[in-house]
Nanobody, 118 residues
């Protein structure tokens, strides 16, 4: 079992920045997690990948956030932390952001609201 705790959402003006964080812990070995990612879901839309990263640190991004968002990963042997730095935010970035961890199955966090509005 993997537990995910997200933090860092909020209200920001267009052009502003936010930093989300996801902390993963496991009842077994934390090294069972081979990838993590951030997804988002806006009202009336499907959940979509924002950014993902492998346990080895290889990132990938949705085209809509390339050059604006940055994902990273750190592992201290007990927990994995995956921050998502979001810059130059736009109103269309407004959504609930979810953290995901992948082992032989997928785990989801509870979500954190990001609202970009003036």
């Amino acid at each position: 079992q993997v537990q995910l705790v997200e933090s860092g959402g909020g209200l920001v003006q267009p052009g502003g920045s936010l930093r989300l964080s996801c902390v993963a812990s496991a009842s077994g070995s934390i090294f069972s997690i081979n990838a993590m990612g951030w997804y988002r879901q806006a009202p009336g839309k499907q959940r979509e990948l924002v950014a993902g990263i492998t346990s080895g640190g290889i990132p990938n991004y949705a085209d809509s956030v390339k050059g604006r968002f940055a994902i990273s990963i750190s592992n201290d042997g007990v927990k994995i932390t995956v921050p998502l730095q979001m810059n130059s935010l736009k109103p269309e970035d407004t959504a609930v952001y979810y953290c995901q961890a992948r082992t032989t199955q997928f785990y989801w966090g509870q979500g954190t609201q990001v609202t970009v509005s003036s």
